[in-house]
Protein backbone atom coordinates (compact mmCIF):
# COMPACT_ATOMS: atom_id res chain seq x y z
CA UNK A 1 0.00 0.00 0.00
CA UNK A 2 1.29 3.67 -1.07
CA UNK A 3 0.02 7.03 -1.65
CA UNK A 4 -0.59 10.52 -0.90
CA UNK A 5 -2.04 12.67 1.52
CA UNK A 6 -2.50 16.57 0.83
CA UNK A 7 -4.01 19.17 2.64
CA UNK A 8 -5.15 22.87 1.57
CA UNK A 9 -6.35 25.89 3.17
CA UNK A 10 -8.14 28.23 1.14
CA UNK A 11 -9.87 31.80 1.75
CA UNK A 12 -11.73 33.17 -1.13
CA UNK A 13 -13.45 36.63 -1.41
CA UNK A 14 -14.82 37.44 -4.57
CA UNK A 15 -18.38 39.41 -5.67
CA UNK A 16 -20.16 36.16 -5.16
CA UNK A 17 -19.59 35.91 -1.06
CA UNK A 18 -16.56 34.36 0.95
CA UNK A 19 -15.47 30.90 1.12
CA UNK A 20 -13.20 29.77 3.43
CA UNK A 21 -12.43 26.06 3.73
CA UNK A 22 -9.51 23.70 5.13
CA UNK A 23 -9.85 20.51 2.19
CA UNK A 24 -8.04 16.75 2.56
CA UNK A 25 -7.26 14.27 0.32
CA UNK A 26 -5.72 11.10 0.21
CA UNK A 27 -4.64 8.85 -2.42
CA UNK A 28 -4.04 4.96 -1.62
CA UNK A 29 -2.74 2.62 -4.63
CA UNK A 30 -2.86 -0.79 -3.65
CA UNK A 31 -0.64 -3.93 -5.06
CA UNK A 32 -0.84 -7.61 -4.62
CA UNK A 33 1.99 -8.64 -6.64
CA UNK A 34 1.36 -12.01 -8.14
CA UNK A 35 4.53 -12.30 -9.98
CA UNK A 36 7.06 -10.21 -11.93
CA UNK A 37 4.62 -9.12 -14.91
CA UNK A 38 0.62 -10.17 -12.99
CA UNK A 39 -0.59 -8.05 -10.34
CA UNK A 40 -3.89 -7.67 -8.29
CA UNK A 41 -4.23 -3.75 -8.28
CA UNK A 42 -7.27 -1.28 -6.28
CA UNK A 43 -6.91 2.30 -5.84
CA UNK A 44 -9.57 4.57 -3.25
CA UNK A 45 -9.54 8.18 -2.19
CA UNK A 46 -11.38 7.75 1.52
CA UNK A 47 -11.40 11.59 1.99
CA UNK A 48 -14.04 12.77 -0.95
CA UNK A 49 -16.69 11.40 -2.77
CA UNK A 50 -17.16 12.60 -6.36
CA UNK A 51 -14.92 15.21 -5.84
CA UNK A 52 -16.43 16.67 -3.32
CA UNK A 53 -13.35 16.48 -0.34
CA UNK A 54 -13.92 15.91 3.16
CA UNK A 55 -13.33 19.63 4.57
CA UNK A 56 -13.54 22.14 7.18
CA UNK A 57 -15.97 25.10 6.51
CA UNK A 58 -15.14 28.29 8.26
CA UNK A 59 -16.59 30.57 5.91
CA UNK A 60 -19.09 31.89 8.84
CA UNK A 61 -18.74 29.05 11.66
CA UNK A 62 -16.55 26.00 12.32
CA UNK A 63 -18.75 23.01 10.35
CA UNK A 64 -17.09 19.58 9.57
CA UNK A 65 -18.22 18.56 6.40
CA UNK A 66 -17.58 14.73 5.53
CA UNK A 67 -17.64 13.19 2.21
CA UNK A 68 -15.22 9.54 3.02
CA UNK A 69 -16.23 7.30 0.96
CA UNK A 70 -14.28 3.66 1.70
CA UNK A 71 -15.26 2.14 -1.57
CA UNK A 72 -12.80 1.53 -4.15
CA UNK A 73 -12.08 3.26 -7.24
CA UNK A 74 -10.73 0.69 -9.28
CA UNK A 75 -9.86 -2.88 -8.79
CA UNK A 76 -8.23 -5.15 -11.81
CA UNK A 77 -5.35 -7.89 -12.65
CA UNK A 78 -3.56 -7.33 -14.80
CA UNK A 79 -0.74 -9.18 -16.39
CA UNK A 80 0.92 -10.35 -20.12
CA UNK A 81 -0.02 -13.23 -22.03
CA UNK A 82 3.10 -14.05 -23.41
CA UNK A 83 5.06 -14.32 -19.75
CA UNK A 84 1.90 -16.17 -18.35
CA UNK A 85 2.38 -18.82 -21.65
CA UNK A 86 6.34 -18.94 -20.76
CA UNK A 87 5.76 -20.15 -17.34
CA UNK A 88 3.53 -22.55 -18.16
CA UNK A 89 6.02 -24.08 -20.82
CA UNK A 90 8.76 -23.52 -19.07
CA UNK A 91 10.25 -21.24 -21.18
CA UNK A 92 11.07 -17.43 -21.55
CA UNK A 93 7.93 -15.02 -22.80
CA UNK A 94 7.75 -15.88 -26.75
CA UNK A 95 5.91 -12.73 -26.98
CA UNK A 96 4.39 -9.55 -25.13
CA UNK A 97 0.33 -9.03 -24.94
CA UNK A 98 -0.37 -7.00 -21.87
CA UNK A 99 -3.98 -7.62 -20.59
CA UNK A 100 -5.82 -6.60 -17.86
CA UNK A 101 -9.35 -6.23 -16.93
CA UNK A 102 -12.18 -5.42 -13.88
CA UNK A 103 -13.03 -2.29 -12.82
CA UNK A 104 -10.10 -0.37 -14.47
CA UNK A 105 -9.39 3.31 -15.77
CA UNK A 106 -9.40 4.07 -19.13
CA UNK A 107 -7.64 7.31 -19.48
CA UNK A 108 -6.55 8.90 -23.07
CA UNK A 109 -5.37 11.54 -24.77
CA UNK A 110 -4.61 13.04 -21.16
CA UNK A 111 -8.12 12.30 -19.39
CA UNK A 112 -9.73 14.68 -22.38
CA UNK A 113 -10.45 11.75 -24.60
CA UNK A 114 -11.38 9.99 -21.97
CA UNK A 115 -10.69 9.45 -18.47
CA UNK A 116 -13.17 6.74 -16.51
CA UNK A 117 -12.90 3.83 -14.42
CA UNK A 118 -15.43 1.14 -16.26
CA UNK A 119 -16.07 -2.57 -15.95
CA UNK A 120 -14.06 -3.99 -18.72
CA UNK A 121 -11.02 -5.32 -20.23
CA UNK A 122 -8.00 -4.19 -22.44
CA UNK A 123 -5.09 -5.58 -24.35
CA UNK A 124 -2.16 -3.75 -25.93
CA UNK A 125 0.62 -4.77 -28.72
CA UNK A 126 3.26 -2.51 -27.16
CA UNK A 127 6.32 -1.24 -28.84
CA UNK A 128 6.04 -2.52 -32.25
CA UNK A 129 7.44 -1.07 -35.68
CA UNK A 130 6.41 -1.16 -39.18
CA UNK A 131 8.96 -0.69 -41.80
CA UNK A 132 6.10 -1.20 -44.60
CA UNK A 133 4.48 1.69 -43.10
CA UNK A 134 7.66 3.63 -41.74
CA UNK A 135 6.55 4.03 -38.43
CA UNK A 136 9.50 3.77 -35.77
CA UNK A 137 7.58 2.34 -33.02
CA UNK A 138 3.72 2.18 -32.42
CA UNK A 139 1.61 0.91 -29.16
CA UNK A 140 -2.11 0.10 -29.82
CA UNK A 141 -5.13 -0.72 -26.97
CA UNK A 142 -8.11 -2.42 -27.53
CA UNK A 143 -10.66 -2.26 -24.86
CA UNK A 144 -13.86 -3.18 -24.25
CA UNK A 145 -16.27 -1.71 -21.11
CA UNK A 146 -19.74 -3.33 -20.81
CA UNK A 147 -20.87 -1.00 -17.25
CA UNK A 148 -19.47 2.18 -15.05
CA UNK A 149 -19.74 4.47 -17.97
CA UNK A 150 -20.07 7.85 -17.18
CA UNK A 151 -21.39 10.52 -20.23
CA UNK A 152 -23.67 12.85 -20.41
CA UNK A 153 -25.29 11.18 -23.05
CA UNK A 154 -26.56 9.01 -20.53
CA UNK A 155 -27.02 11.22 -17.43
CA UNK A 156 -27.47 9.64 -14.40
CA UNK A 157 -27.70 6.25 -15.41
CA UNK A 158 -23.87 4.57 -15.55
CA UNK A 159 -25.04 1.15 -16.42
CA UNK A 160 -27.29 2.40 -20.13
CA UNK A 161 -23.93 1.65 -22.26
CA UNK A 162 -21.04 -0.60 -23.30
CA UNK A 163 -18.37 0.01 -25.35
CA UNK A 164 -15.44 -0.97 -27.46
CA UNK A 165 -12.42 1.01 -29.27
CA UNK A 166 -9.03 1.52 -30.30
CA UNK A 167 -6.33 4.03 -28.85
CA UNK A 168 -3.15 3.81 -31.50
CA UNK A 169 0.01 5.81 -30.41
CA UNK A 170 2.28 6.36 -33.37
CA UNK A 171 5.83 7.82 -33.83
CA UNK A 172 6.30 8.29 -37.69
CA UNK A 173 7.09 10.54 -40.14
CA UNK A 174 9.31 12.85 -38.38
CA UNK A 175 5.97 13.36 -35.82
CA UNK A 176 4.28 11.62 -33.11
CA UNK A 177 0.00 10.63 -33.87
CA UNK A 178 -2.78 9.58 -31.66
CA UNK A 179 -5.49 8.18 -33.29
CA UNK A 180 -8.12 7.04 -31.44
CA UNK A 181 -11.74 5.43 -31.83
CA UNK A 182 -14.68 4.61 -30.10
CA UNK A 183 -18.05 2.83 -30.43
CA UNK A 184 -20.77 3.46 -27.72
CA UNK A 185 -23.67 1.17 -28.04
CA UNK A 186 -26.64 2.34 -25.76
CA UNK A 187 -28.39 -0.53 -23.91
CA UNK A 188 -31.54 0.70 -22.67
CA UNK A 189 -33.10 2.85 -26.14
Do not use: C
Request: charged residues 20%.
Amino acid sequence: VYGDYRTGIGINRNATGDINNWAQRLNLDMDLEITATERLHAFMGPLDRNGDYTHVDFTNRVDFVDRTDIRLDNLFFEGDAGAIWGGFTDQGAPFDLPFSFGFLPVFYQNGIWANDNVIGAAVALPAKHSPLLKWSNYDATFFWASDQINSDAFAGDNNAAEFFGSAWFIEAYDGYIEADYAFVHDDVG
